[in-house]
């Protein structure tokens, strides 16, 4: 799971010029999301063959490009956030793990059930063992070029001037790729991203941000990512396209600023807003709101900017949890629900759901999908981390607090936090 893939085609018909066929620009640099390598194509059935597909000939291609640096990193499973924990159980349930011994070698040859077995943390593990250990001999270093692998430990750079790898010194251990390449970002310099997971959009419009913030020249970014077509499917075959990211940062910050008022003092905080309703709307640490999508936030975008500054606290990054309750959320729910909710009191969001639960004319669909004060609660504590996590997950807070919605259980699960509260 990752960002709704809604906004991406809202954002490519607001700001077109940010979408390339070619590459937009020569990167200095090159981040590889290895966990998303990982998956086999059609026909490959060895594991060198694997390694040179997956690995070695997108890597070589970017020191074509240009690239001096490429990054290739793997989670750190050890060090991923407990927000990721009720994902992870979802998607343990719709796949039947594959047993596997730790301290098994690889078979000779790919398994068949290889994409199922992927879900075994065990295997999984195994086989980026087996392509950081291959891959440094196979790619094109030389002429100044190093490949640094950031997996279990520090970053460590493989050159041609060194018969051994050298840790990098200066980087923080952290859990999940789609955060860990924010650190080898250089203020400045170009850099190009290998990934399909759209957090990594979300997260480079924020990162581009900081730097604005911090009075610093942001780093030029550039995401690869399979094409959108105008109905934002894919074009049948897997065709691929370049994200502008900073191109996409001034395009939605001038079309926010074209809709409707921003303060001065929200200068360099416009991605945070948009960043606060992506996470809302459902990610890897946020299960969403039921029936409320890209379309629905951005079409009341000139509308929700004004109340997400009142709940915006920019010396913090907090938002305020009953303001985006009643002025976010609510807003968004109710078209969902008009006949119900013109019943009775609908200021607040729990005046809302008093109303609407206890209505004869709510149908059998509608109450299915009509969601809890606490599970409303915890969407937007969560996306109040989330946010957080996407800025700075260096120092972002432990999620198991009642402020972010998330909770230990007695069996010790870390779960969305049933308890959670509209103020």
Known sequence: ??????????????????????????????????????????????????????????????????????????DHYKLVPLAKAPTQRLRTKKIACVPWDADASLPPSIPEKYEQMLFNRAFKAKVCQFVVSNIADRVQLGGGRSLIIDWNNLPLEFTDESDEPQPRSGFTCLGECDVKWCQHLVPGESTA?????????????????????????????????????????????????????????????????????????????????????VAITGCDFVGGLPGVGPRSVWRTLTSLIPRLVDAYEPHTDHFDVSLISNFIVLPLL?????????????????????????????????????????????????????????????????????????SRMPNGNVERDPRASLV
């Open 1 to 74: 799971m990752t960002i709704d893939r809604g906004f991406l085609e809202l954002w490519k018909a607001q700001v077109p010029e940010a979408f390339t066929d070619a590459p937009p620009f020569i990167p200095a640099n090159a981040f590889v999301d290895g966990q998303l390598r990982l998956m086999r194509p059609s026909g490959i059935t060895t594991w060198d063959a694997l390694l040179l597909c997956q690995f070695v000939n997108p890597i070589n291609h970017l020191f074509s490009m240009g690239a001096k640096r490429v990054v290739l990193g793997f």
């Open 193 to 277: 991203v290998l990934s399909v997971d759209g957090d990594y959009i979300m997260i480079s419009l924020l990162q581009i941000e900081q730097y604005l913030r911090a009075g610093e020249t942001p780093p030029r970014i550039m995401v690869k990512r399979v094409k959108l077509q105008k109905n934002g499917q894919g074009t049948g075959r897997r065709e691929y396209e370049w994200l502008h990211c900073n191109l996409l940062y001034h395009g939605l910050r001038k079309a926010m600023h074209s809709r409707t008022h921003i303060p001065a003092h929200m200068n360099h905080a416009e991605m945070r807003l948009v960043a606060i309703l």
């Open 334 to 406: 109710m078209p969902l629900y008009r006949k119900q909710a013109a019943l009775g009191q609908t200021r607040t969001l729990q005046n809302f759901l008093d109303t609407v639960s206890t209505s004869s004319s709510l149908t059998t669909r509608q109450r299915s999908k009509l969601p809890t004060a606490s599970a409303l609660a915890s969407t937007i504590r969560n996306s109040i981390w989330t946010v957080l996590y996407w800025i700075d997950a260096k120092n972002v807070p432990n999620p198991v607090q009642t402020k972010y919605g998330f």
